[in-house]
C-alpha cells in the first residue's frame, strides 16, 4: 500500500511528474492529429492549412526537460476563485478531463501573480515562488518560498529565490524572465495590441525582455489577428537575433520573424561605401522629400491627344480630357505604380464609353485588355506616368541631384552626388545608405507588405529614413520601441525618443522609463552613471538592485597578456566571459587568447561595436581611451561596454582613463 505524499515539497513534485507527463500526451495527440489530417481535410487547400497549424502545434507543446513547467502558486481564499489552487507556467497543461495543471503566465489570471500585493492581495491568500536546480539534462525542483499576503507578508525583491533567478549567471543564449517579471514590466507587457509604447531601460533593467515577452502575450491575446498580420522582432544586428533567437520559443511562439533593419530593406547587394558624412545626408528625412519631387517630376501634363486604331474604328482622347485623368490621378496621391494603373483604367474606360456609343454594345472583356496593350495607349502612357523602379528613382537622383536646391544646400547637393556614376542600374556599387534611399523610392512606388506589431530594440540607433523604412511595414500595426538614448552609437543616433516616433508615424506615443536594474551589479552601474553628463542625451541615471558584483581598474604596461590573463581568471568563475576590445584591436586579442589555449566555449573576444544588447558574466574591457577614440559618439560606445557585466567586471588599459569616466 502506497501511503499518500504529506510533504508539500513532495507534493508538488508530484504535481511536476504528473503535468510532464500530461504535456507529453497533449503533443502525442497533437503529432496524431497531424499525421491524420490529410485524410480528413476537404481538399488540397485545406489539408495544407490544417497540416500547417497542426505542425505548429506540436511544435509549441515540445517540452525541454531544463526548462521549469512552472514557477509559481497562487492559493485564493476569497472571490470567485476562493479555495483554488493554479500553478502557474510557460504554457497552459490539462489533465486528460480538460482541467489546468498549469496555467499560461499570459492567462488574464496569471496576471494575479505578477500583480498581487500585501496592500492588494486581489484575492491571493498566498504567492508561491519555486527555486529549481538547471543540470545539464533536466531542472529538478528544488525548494519554495511562500508570501502570506492574507497577512500582510511580502518579500518582493527581497525574495531569496527571485533574487537567485535574476542573478544565475548566463551562459549561451538569453533566457525568459517570467519567472522574475516586476510589476511595472508587467504592466508593459499586458498593453493593448492597439497601444504603441516606448521603453526607456536604462542597462540591465530587462526591456529587451520586456519587448520579447510582450510580443508573446499579444500572439496569446491576439492569436488570430496576429496569425494573419504577423509580428516582427528588429535587432541591431545578427549575434544580437542568435542572442534573444530562443526566448520566444521557450515561451512557445515560433510563428515570429526576426531579422535587422538592414535585412528588411534589403533590395539591392550592398557592395560600396559612402564616406561618413554622405551616410549621413542619406539618413536625413529631407531625403524623402528629395525623393518625393524627384519622383514627380516623371510624371508629365500630356501635350497631344490619344488616337487609337481599333480595326475600321478611330478612337480619340482630348488633350484637356487626358489632362484631367493624370491631374485627378496626381491628386489622389497613390503611389506611383499604382497611380499608373490607375490613369490606364480611366484612358480604358473613356475609350470603352466611345466604342458603347458607336457600336450600340459594350465590347467584351478581351477588348479591353487588348486597348490596354495598344501601342497608342502604351506611349501616351509612358509619356504621361512613365513606369520607374525603386533602384532605377535613386539612380537617377544620385547621378544628378541638381533638383534638389530647393531643399538641400550646394555642398549637400555636391556630397550626394556620384562623382563617377555607374553605366547602368545594374552595375551600380549600392552602399548601405543607398539602400534606405531604395526602400523609402520603395514605398513612393508600391505598397509594401505590413505587420500587425513590430518591436525594435536598440531603437535609438534608428535613423530617421530607417523609421521611415519600418513604418511603412507597419501602416495600421503598433510597435514596442526599446532603447536606451545613452546607448545610441550611430551618427545619427537619436537624442530625444519624441523625434524618433514621429517619423515611425506614432506621435505621442508614451515613453515609459525603466530605471531600476535588475542584472547590472551596482558598482558597474555607479561607473558607466559617470559619463552620462558628457552624453548629451536627458535620462535618468541607472540604479540597480545588486550589491553582489565586482569591480576593478587595472592599469598595467601592456594590455594583451593582462586581458588574457584577466580571461583565465575569470574561468575560475562559473558563467560566460567576454574579453570586449577596440575593434581595431580585437583580431590581435582573439590570436592572443587562442594561442594561450583558452579555447573554452565560455570565452569570446568581441569587438566594441558589436556588444551592444548583449550581456556577460564576467567582462575585461581592454583599453577604454581606444574604443572612445574609435568614432564620433564613441563614450556612448563605452557606456554601453562597460554594462555588459552582470557579475564582474575589470577594465584593463595601459593609457590614461577618458576624463568623463573619472570620480
Not at 472571490?79 to 503566465?105: K, N
Not at 544565475?168 to 511595472?184: C, F, K, L, S
Not at 465590347?363 to 490596354?372: D, F, I, L, T, Y
Not at 576593478?552 to 558563467?575: I, Q, T
Amino acid at each position: 500500500m502506497t501511503l499518500p505524499l504529506t510533504d508539500p515539497l513532495d507534493l508538488e513534485r508530484d504535481h511536476l511528474v504528473r503535468s510532464r507527463a500530461a504535456l507529453a500526451r497533449m503533443r502525442s495527440h497533437a503529432e496524431q492529429l497531424f499525421s491524420t489530417g490529410d485524410k480528413v481535410a476537404g481538399d488540397a487547400y485545406s489539408s495544407e492549412t490544417l497540416g500547417r497549424t497542426l505542425r505548429q502545434r506540436v511544435a509549441e507543446l515540445a517540452d525541454d526537460p531544463r526548462a521549469p513547467l512552472f514557477f509559481g502558486k497562487l492559493t485564493f481564499d476569497v472571490g470567485e476563485h476562493a479555495g483554488s489552487r493554479y500553478h502557474v507556467g510557460r504554457r497552459h497543461i490539462t489533465d486528460d478531463a480538460g482541467e489546468p495543471l498549469v496555467l499560461d503566465w499570459r492567462a488574464p489570471l496569471s496576471r494575479t501573480f505578477y500583480q498581487a500585493s500585501a496592500r492588494d492581495p486581489q484575492g491571493v491568500a498566498i504567492r508561491r515562488r519555486f527555486g529549481w536546480a538547471v543540470g545539464a539534462t533536466e531542472a529538478a525542483l528544488s525548494g519554495f518560498e511562500d508570501e502570506h499576503l492574507d497577512r500582510g507578508e511580502e518579500l518582493g525583491t527581497a525574495s531569496r529565490i527571485l533574487t537567485e533567478e535574476i542573478e544565475r549567471p548566463r551562459v549561451g543564449p538569453m533566457r525568459d524572465i517570467v519567472a522574475t517579471i516586476q510589476p511595472e514590466q508587467d504592466v508593459l507587457v499586458r498593453a493593448d495590441l492597439d497601444a504603441s509604447i516606448c521603453v526607456q531601460g536604462a542597462p540591465g533593467t530587462g526591456k529587451t525582455a520586456v519587448g520579447l515577452h510582450r510580443a508573446a502575450y499579444l500572439l496569446y491575446a491576439h492569436r488570430e489577428r496576429l496569425r494573419r498580420s504577423k509580428v516582427l522582432v528588429l535587432g541591431p544586428n545578427r549575434a544580437f537575433l542568435s542572442y534573444i533567437a530562443a526566448v520566444l520559443p521557450a515561451l512557445g511562439e515560433i510563428d515570429v520573424e526576426q531579422s535587422t533593419v538592414d535585412e528588411l530593406i534589403a533590395r539591392v547587394q550592398v557592395r560600396g561605401t559612402d564616406a561618413p558624412a554622405t551616410a549621413s545626408l542619406k539618413h536625413d528625412p529631407r531625403l524623402a522629400v528629395v525623393l518625393r519631387q524627384h519622383l514627380r517630376r516623371y510624371v508629365r501634363k500630356p501635350v497631344d491627344p490619344l488616337t487609337v486604331t481599333d480595326g475600321s474604328w478611330r478612337w480619340r482622347i482630348s488633350v484637356d480630357a487626358l489632362v484631367r485623368i493624370v491631374d485627378d490621378v496626381r491628386r489622389e496621391d497613390p503611389p506611383h505604380a499604382l497611380g499608373r494603373e490607375r490613369v490606364l483604367a480611366r484612358v480604358v474606360a473613356l475609350l470603352l464609353r466611345q466604342a458603347e456609343a458607336k457600336r450600340g454594345d459594350s465590347p467584351p472583356e478581351s477588348w479591353q485588355r487588348k486597348m490596354a496593350r495598344s501601342p497608342d495607349v502604351r506611349a501616351f502612357l509612358d509619356f504621361a506616368w512613365p513606369a520607374v523602379t525603386p533602384e532605377e528613382l535613386v539612380f537617377s537622383l544620385l547621378s544628378d541631384p541638381s533638383g534638389a536646391a530647393d531643399v538641400l544646400s550646394e555642398a549637400e547637393i555636391a556630397a550626394l552626388a556620384w562623382e563617377k556614376p555607374a553605366r547602368t542600374v545594374r552595375a551600380t556599387k549600392w552602399s548601405a545608405a543607398d539602400a534606405v534611399l531604395i526602400d523609402e523610392a520603395a514605398g513612393l512606388i508600391e505598397r509594401l507588405p505590413s505587420y500587425g506589431h513590430i518591436v525594435i530594440d536598440e531603437a535609438q540607433d534608428l535613423s530617421p529614413m530607417q523609421c521611415r523604412a519600418i513604418a511603412r511595414r507597419s501602416e495600421h500595426g503598433s510597435f514596442t520601441l526599446l532603447g536606451d538614448l545613452a546607448q545610441g552609437t550611430a551618427p545619427w543616433a537619436s537624442r530625444d525618443w519624441a523625434d524618433t516616433v514621429a517619423h515611425l508615424g506614432k506621435p505621442g506615443t508614451p515613453v515609459v522609463p525603466l530605471t531600476t536594474g535588475f542584472r547590472v551589479p551596482a558598482a558597474v552601474v555607479e561607473l558607466a552613471n559617470r559619463l552620462l553628463p558628457a552624453l548629451d542625451v536627458a535620462v535618468p541615471p541607472a540604479e540597480s538592485l545588486r550589491r553582489d558584483g565586482t569591480l576593478r581598474l587595472s592599469p598595467v604596461e601592456s594590455v594583451l597578456p593582462a586581458a588574457v590573463a584577466e580571461a583565465r581568471a575569470a574561468l575560475e568563475f562559473e558563467g560566460s566571459v567576454a574579453v570586449i576590445a577596440p575593434d581595431a584591436s580585437a583580431p590581435a586579442l582573439a590570436a592572443a587568447v587562442e594561442a594561450a589555449g583558452l579555447d573554452d566555449e565560455r570565452v569570446i573576444v568581441l569587438p566594441a561595436s558589436l556588444a551592444k544588447g548583449l550581456e556577460y558574466d564576467h567582462v575585461v574591457v581592454v583599453e577604454p581611451a581606444d574604443i572612445v577614440a574609435a568614432e564620433e559618439r564613441g563614450l556612448h560606445r563605452l557606456y554601453v561596454v562597460l554594462t555588459r557585466a552582470v557579475s564582474r567586471l575589470v577594465v584593463v588599459h595601459a593609457r590614461p582613463l577618458p576624463d568623463a569616466l573619472l570620480p
